[in-house]
């Protein structure tokens, strides 16, 4: 298993190579087994992505109500609450996709007022409802994850009890950085995936990102090592200054780094 850096002029150009990669390992999933199994994730990747996917020609090109809807974290509110992932996702994607029937979309309960049981609950989900991976665990087709400035993505955070899960598949995670409880899938099903698009764009995640190209592990996001996890990333999260490297134009060439 590798990881690969794609990275690309702008911020632009990442969202429009991420909506076409959820085109491209859509359709491939729906000839394969019927159905698509996508995992969404929380911060600005819907809001940069999802406006391109709701809107021909992408809209055109998937059988949406072949789509399988899930989410990698969600914060402890009521599903109408701004600060909810799934919230986000229904106003940028979701109410806007054809076909899309409220059964294929299935979110965390960060209402619930018993959250371990809610993880309990979406972990019986996801194992009765995914394919399953050669070691057995269940399979998404596509995972989208994040990063945030210190390393995170999902609801995974430094020095969290939930970066040492190796049973469980999702779990409450007490995040005091934020002050608050977040459920959150972990490392083993996430690695299960297909394939992971890590998306970063901006200046501020260059630190971040540049620590997991050096395979530094102290970063949550290094821990990602799904059958394929391809990070793909603006010249400012890469720690490039426009125009010094590979021209003005165009990506540069995918960077393909051993896990480890």
Same mark, same amino acid.
């Given at each position: 298993?590798?990881?690969?850096?794609?990275?690309?002029?702008?911020?632009?150009?990442?969202?429009?190579?991420?909506?076409?990669?959820?085109?491209?390992?859509?359709?491939?999933? @729906?000839?394969?087994?019927?159905?698509?199994?996508?995992?969404?994730?929380?911060?600005?990747?819907?809001?940069?992505?999802?406006?391109?996917?709701?809107?021909?020609?992408?809209?055109?090109?998937?059988?949406?109500?072949?789509?399988?809807?899930?989410?990698?974290?969600?914060?402890?509110?009521?599903?109408?609450?701004?600060?909810?992932?799934?919230?986000?996702?229904?106003?940028?994607?979701?109410?806007?996709?054809?076909?899309?029937?409220?059964?294929?979309?299935?979110?965390?309960?960060?209402?619930?007022?018993?959250?371990?049981?809610?993880?309990?609950?979406?972990?019986?989900?996801?194992?009765?409802?995914?394919?399953?991976?050669?070691?057995?665990?269940?399979?998404?087709?596509?995972?989208?994850?994040?990063?945030?400035?210190?390393?995170?993505?999902?609801?995974?955070?430094?020095?969290?009890?939930?970066?040492?899960?190796?049973?469980?598949?999702?779990?409450?995670?007490?995040?005091?950085?934020?002050?608050?409880?977040?459920?959150?899938?972990?490392?083993? @099903? @996430?690695?299960?995936?297909?394939?992971?698009?890590?998306?970063?764009?901006?200046?501020?995640?260059?630190?971040?990102?540049?620590?997991?190209?050096?395979?530094?592990?102290?970063?949550?996001?290094?821990?990602?090592?799904?059958?394929?996890?391809?990070? @793909?990333?603006?010249?400012?999260?890469?720690?490039?200054?426009?125009?010094?490297?590979?021209?003005?134009?165009?990506?540069?060439?995918?960077?393909?780094?051993?896990?480890g």
């Amino acid at each position: 298993m590798t990881r690969e850096f794609l990275v690309l002029e702008d911020a632009d150009a990442v969202a429009r190579e991420t909506a076409d990669r959820v085109i491209a390992l859509g359709q491939e999933a @729906i000839d394969r087994q019927g159905t698509f199994h996508f995992a969404l994730t929380g911060g600005s990747t819907p809001l940069m992505v999802c406006p391109l996917l709701v809107v021909p020609p992408l809209v055109r090109q998937l059988d949406w109500s072949k789509v399988e809807f899930y989410f990698g974290d969600e914060r402890a509110v009521p599903a109408t609450h701004p600060d909810s992932n799934y919230n986000t996702a229904r106003q940028a994607m979701l109410d806007h996709l054809p076909r899309v029937r409220p059964g294929q979309v299935h979110r965390m309960l960060g209402e619930a007022a018993d959250l371990d049981a809610a993880c309990h609950a979406y972990e019986a989900l996801l194992r009765r409802v995914l394919p399953s991976s050669p070691d057995g665990l269940p399979m998404f087709d596509l995972v989208w994850l994040g990063i945030g400035t210190d390393g995170h993505m999902a609801s995974l955070f430094p020095g969290t009890a939930a970066l040492h899960e190796r049973d469980r598949l999702a779990v409450p995670n007490w995040v005091p950085q934020m002050n608050s409880w977040r459920l959150t899938l972990t490392f083993p @099903i @996430i690695n299960a995936a297909r394939e992971v698009n890590f998306v970063a764009t901006g200046a501020d995640k260059a630190e971040a990102v540049t620590s997991v190209r050096a395979g530094r592990h102290e970063v949550p996001a290094a821990e990602v090592d799904a059958e394929r996890t391809l990070w @793909i990333v603006d010249r400012e999260a890469a720690g490039e200054v426009v125009g010094e490297a590979h021209g003005t134009s165009g990506p540069s060439a995918p960077e393909q780094a051993a896990s480890g």
